[in-house]
Protein backbone atom coordinates (compact mmCIF):
# COMPACT_ATOMS: atom_id res chain seq x y z
CA UNK A 1 0.00 0.00 0.00
CA UNK A 2 2.38 2.19 0.69
CA UNK A 3 4.63 1.39 -1.85
CA UNK A 4 1.56 2.02 -4.40
CA UNK A 5 0.55 5.62 -2.58
CA UNK A 6 4.16 6.96 -3.51
CA UNK A 7 4.24 5.60 -6.79
CA UNK A 8 0.72 7.57 -7.25
CA UNK A 9 2.55 10.69 -5.87
CA UNK A 10 5.54 10.53 -8.38
CA UNK A 11 3.02 9.97 -11.14
CA UNK A 12 0.47 13.27 -10.22
CA UNK A 13 3.84 15.14 -10.05
CA UNK A 14 5.01 13.94 -12.94
CA UNK A 15 2.24 14.64 -14.67
CA UNK A 16 1.81 18.36 -13.04
CA UNK A 17 5.32 18.66 -14.44
CA UNK A 18 4.25 17.68 -18.15
CA UNK A 19 1.57 19.88 -18.11
CA UNK A 20 3.68 22.48 -17.29
CA UNK A 21 6.22 21.74 -20.07
CA UNK A 22 3.75 21.38 -23.03
CA UNK A 23 1.89 25.18 -21.82
CA UNK A 24 5.30 27.17 -22.23
CA UNK A 25 3.61 30.29 -22.22
CA UNK A 26 2.22 29.87 -18.89
CA UNK A 27 3.52 31.45 -16.27
CA UNK A 28 2.85 28.93 -12.83
CA UNK A 29 0.89 31.10 -10.42
CA UNK A 30 0.51 30.47 -6.82
CA UNK A 31 -3.00 28.99 -6.84
CA UNK A 32 -1.25 26.42 -8.56
CA UNK A 33 1.06 25.27 -6.30
CA UNK A 34 -1.65 25.26 -3.56
CA UNK A 35 -3.48 23.29 -5.07
CA UNK A 36 -0.82 20.97 -5.76
CA UNK A 37 0.02 20.76 -2.56
CA UNK A 38 -3.21 20.00 -1.28
CA UNK A 39 -3.54 17.56 -3.90
CA UNK A 40 -0.34 15.56 -2.46
CA UNK A 41 -1.55 15.86 1.32
CA UNK A 42 -4.24 13.91 0.12
CA UNK A 43 -2.64 11.58 -1.24
CA UNK A 44 -0.29 10.74 1.90
CA UNK A 45 -0.86 8.15 4.05
CA UNK A 46 -3.04 8.05 6.65
CA UNK A 47 -3.47 5.19 10.08
CA UNK A 48 -6.35 3.29 8.32
CA UNK A 49 -4.10 3.18 5.09
CA UNK A 50 -1.04 1.69 7.13
CA UNK A 51 -3.35 -0.76 8.84
CA UNK A 52 -5.13 -1.85 5.76
CA UNK A 53 -1.41 -2.19 3.76
CA UNK A 54 -0.21 -4.21 7.45
CA UNK A 55 -3.83 -6.82 7.18
CA UNK A 56 -2.65 -7.43 3.27
CA UNK A 57 0.51 -8.27 3.90
CA UNK A 58 -0.23 -10.43 6.74
CA UNK A 59 -3.20 -11.93 4.93
CA UNK A 60 -1.13 -12.75 1.64
CA UNK A 61 1.60 -14.16 3.84
CA UNK A 62 -1.09 -16.39 5.87
CA UNK A 63 -2.58 -18.05 2.47
CA UNK A 64 1.07 -18.61 1.70
CA UNK A 65 1.82 -20.90 4.69
CA UNK A 66 -1.94 -22.42 5.57
CA UNK A 67 -3.81 -22.25 3.35
CA UNK A 68 -4.99 -25.63 4.50
CA UNK A 69 -6.24 -24.57 7.64
CA UNK A 70 -8.21 -21.73 5.95
CA UNK A 71 -9.88 -24.05 3.85
CA UNK A 72 -11.24 -26.27 6.82
CA UNK A 73 -12.07 -23.27 8.96
CA UNK A 74 -13.86 -21.23 6.09
CA UNK A 75 -15.80 -24.67 5.38
CA UNK A 76 -16.97 -24.83 9.10
CA UNK A 77 -14.43 -27.59 10.30
CA UNK A 78 -11.63 -27.40 13.03
CA UNK A 79 -7.90 -27.75 11.34
CA UNK A 80 -6.38 -31.36 11.39
CA UNK A 81 -5.10 -32.60 14.00
CA UNK A 82 -1.38 -33.07 12.06
CA UNK A 83 -1.50 -29.07 11.61
CA UNK A 84 1.02 -26.72 13.36
CA UNK A 85 -1.89 -24.60 14.17
CA UNK A 86 -4.51 -27.54 16.07
CA UNK A 87 -2.99 -26.66 19.38
CA UNK A 88 -3.32 -22.53 19.04
CA UNK A 89 -7.32 -23.46 18.30
CA UNK A 90 -7.27 -20.70 15.26
CA UNK A 91 -10.14 -18.44 14.09
CA UNK A 92 -10.24 -16.38 10.96
CA UNK A 93 -11.09 -12.62 12.20
CA UNK A 94 -13.01 -10.25 10.49
CA UNK A 95 -10.61 -9.13 8.16
CA UNK A 96 -9.70 -13.00 6.77
CA UNK A 97 -6.37 -12.53 9.37
CA UNK A 98 -5.56 -16.56 10.94
CA UNK A 99 -5.61 -15.48 14.64
CA UNK A 100 -4.89 -17.70 17.96
CA UNK A 101 -7.73 -18.30 19.57
CA UNK A 102 -6.21 -19.90 23.04
CA UNK A 103 -8.71 -19.27 26.27
CA UNK A 104 -8.88 -15.77 27.08
CA UNK A 105 -11.66 -14.89 25.35
CA UNK A 106 -13.33 -14.53 29.09
CA UNK A 107 -9.93 -11.57 29.70
CA UNK A 108 -10.40 -7.63 29.83
CA UNK A 109 -7.49 -7.50 27.75
CA UNK A 110 -7.43 -6.07 23.94
CA UNK A 111 -8.37 -8.11 21.37
CA UNK A 112 -5.12 -7.82 19.48
CA UNK A 113 -2.91 -9.36 22.92
CA UNK A 114 -6.12 -12.17 23.84
CA UNK A 115 -5.77 -13.01 20.10
CA UNK A 116 -2.39 -12.49 18.31
CA UNK A 117 -1.85 -12.94 14.81
CA UNK A 118 0.07 -16.58 13.67
CA UNK A 119 3.13 -16.41 11.52
CA UNK A 120 5.74 -18.72 10.80
CA UNK A 121 9.59 -18.51 11.14
CA UNK A 122 10.21 -19.02 7.82
CA UNK A 123 8.14 -16.20 6.86
CA UNK A 124 10.29 -13.23 5.98
CA UNK A 125 7.88 -10.67 7.46
CA UNK A 126 7.97 -12.68 11.17
CA UNK A 127 11.92 -11.46 10.65
CA UNK A 128 11.28 -8.25 10.17
CA UNK A 129 8.66 -7.49 12.91
CA UNK A 130 11.13 -9.08 15.45
CA UNK A 131 13.59 -7.00 14.32
CA UNK A 132 11.68 -4.04 14.65
CA UNK A 133 10.54 -4.70 18.40
CA UNK A 134 14.31 -5.50 19.45
CA UNK A 135 14.85 -2.16 17.67
CA UNK A 136 12.20 -0.16 19.74
CA UNK A 137 12.50 -1.48 23.11
CA UNK A 138 16.54 -0.60 23.12
CA UNK A 139 18.21 -3.90 22.49
CA UNK A 140 16.82 -6.02 25.61
CA UNK A 141 17.20 -8.94 25.98
CA UNK A 142 15.45 -12.45 24.24
CA UNK A 143 12.80 -12.29 27.03
CA UNK A 144 11.47 -8.88 26.46
CA UNK A 145 11.41 -9.47 22.81
CA UNK A 146 9.61 -12.49 23.80
CA UNK A 147 7.21 -10.66 25.66
CA UNK A 148 6.61 -7.78 23.41
CA UNK A 149 6.13 -9.86 20.41
CA UNK A 150 3.18 -12.00 21.97
CA UNK A 151 1.36 -8.87 22.39
CA UNK A 152 0.61 -8.54 18.91
CA UNK A 153 1.81 -12.20 16.88
CA UNK A 154 2.24 -15.33 17.57
CA UNK A 155 5.49 -16.58 15.53
CA UNK A 156 5.69 -20.64 15.64
CA UNK A 157 9.43 -20.72 16.13
CA UNK A 158 10.01 -17.25 17.62
CA UNK A 159 12.98 -18.24 19.85
CA UNK A 160 15.06 -19.52 16.98
CA UNK A 161 14.48 -16.26 15.29
CA UNK A 162 15.37 -14.01 17.50
CA UNK A 163 18.21 -15.77 18.95
CA UNK A 164 19.70 -15.49 15.54
CA UNK A 165 18.53 -11.53 15.65
CA UNK A 166 20.12 -10.68 19.00
CA UNK A 167 23.80 -13.15 18.26
CA UNK A 168 23.94 -11.05 15.03
CA UNK A 169 23.01 -7.45 16.66
CA UNK A 170 26.18 -5.49 16.86
CA UNK A 171 24.99 -3.30 19.45
CA UNK A 172 23.49 -6.40 22.11
CA UNK A 173 27.17 -7.53 21.19
CA UNK A 174 28.85 -4.73 22.18
CA UNK A 175 26.45 -4.85 25.50
CA UNK A 176 27.27 -8.21 26.14
CA UNK A 177 30.77 -8.55 25.69
CA UNK A 178 33.13 -9.51 28.74
CA UNK A 179 34.82 -6.73 30.49
CA UNK A 180 38.55 -6.63 29.40
CA UNK A 181 41.20 -7.36 32.25
CA UNK A 182 44.17 -5.51 32.60
CA UNK A 183 47.12 -7.80 33.14
CA UNK A 184 49.32 -7.21 36.42
CA UNK A 185 52.52 -6.01 36.41
CA UNK A 186 55.36 -7.35 38.14
CA UNK A 187 55.66 -7.67 41.80
CA UNK A 188 58.08 -5.17 43.14
CA UNK A 189 61.65 -6.69 44.50
CA UNK A 190 60.78 -5.50 48.18
CA UNK A 191 57.55 -7.42 48.11
CA UNK A 192 59.44 -10.81 46.99
CA UNK A 193 62.65 -10.68 48.67
CA UNK A 194 62.96 -13.40 51.36
CA UNK A 195 64.65 -12.46 54.96
CA UNK A 196 64.08 -9.01 55.69
CA UNK A 197 62.70 -7.44 59.28
CA UNK A 198 58.77 -6.38 58.75
CA UNK A 199 58.31 -3.01 57.53
CA UNK A 200 62.15 -2.55 56.11
CA UNK A 201 59.76 -1.32 52.82
CA UNK A 202 56.71 0.14 53.43
CA UNK A 203 53.77 1.40 51.29
CA UNK A 204 52.07 4.54 52.37
CA UNK A 205 48.54 5.47 51.97
CA UNK A 206 47.22 8.96 52.63
CA UNK A 207 43.37 9.61 53.24
CA UNK A 208 40.95 12.61 54.12
CA UNK A 209 40.42 15.21 55.13
CA UNK A 210 38.12 15.03 57.92
CA UNK A 211 36.56 17.83 59.32
CA UNK A 212 37.02 17.97 63.19
CA UNK A 213 36.44 20.44 65.84
CA UNK A 214 39.40 21.73 67.90
CA UNK A 215 37.96 24.23 70.98
CA UNK A 216 35.31 26.39 68.96
CA UNK A 217 36.45 25.80 65.39
CA UNK A 218 36.55 23.38 62.93
CA UNK A 219 39.61 22.45 61.36
CA UNK A 220 40.46 19.86 58.13
CA UNK A 221 42.95 16.93 59.31
CA UNK A 222 44.46 14.09 57.19
CA UNK A 223 45.60 10.28 57.45
CA UNK A 224 47.99 8.08 56.99
CA UNK A 225 48.75 4.52 57.13
CA UNK A 226 51.89 2.74 56.78
CA UNK A 227 51.89 -1.22 55.40
CA UNK A 228 54.83 -3.45 55.06
CA UNK A 229 55.02 -5.20 51.72
CA UNK A 230 56.78 -7.99 52.43
CA UNK A 231 53.91 -8.83 54.96
CA UNK A 232 50.72 -6.59 54.30
CA UNK A 233 50.85 -5.55 57.85
CA UNK A 234 49.47 -2.69 59.04
CA UNK A 235 51.26 -0.50 61.54
CA UNK A 236 48.91 -0.78 64.71
CA UNK A 237 52.30 0.34 67.40
CA UNK A 238 50.49 2.80 69.88
CA UNK A 239 53.58 4.51 69.85
CA UNK A 240 53.29 5.44 66.37
CA UNK A 241 49.68 6.65 66.23
CA UNK A 242 50.27 9.87 65.72
CA UNK A 243 52.34 8.88 62.34
CA UNK A 244 49.22 6.42 61.29
CA UNK A 245 46.33 8.44 61.62
CA UNK A 246 47.66 12.43 62.06
CA UNK A 247 45.23 14.80 63.48
ZN1 LIG B 1 20.45 -5.56 19.55
Wanted: charged letters at 25%; aromatic letters at 8%; glycine letters at 6%.
Amino acid sequence: MILIKQELIKSEIIKDNKQDDDNEGTVRTQSDKSENSKNLNNLCLNLEDIQKGKNAIIHFVQHQYFEDEFMKLRSGFPVKCSSKLHKLDPFIDTHGILRVGGRLRQSDLPDEMKHPIILLKTCNISHLIVRDIHRKIGHLGKNSILTHLRERYWIIGANAIIKSIVSKCVVCRKYQSPIIQQKMADLPSDRVTPDMPPFTAVGIGYFGPFEIRQRRCSVKRYGVIFTCLKMRAILRNCKFVRYRLMY
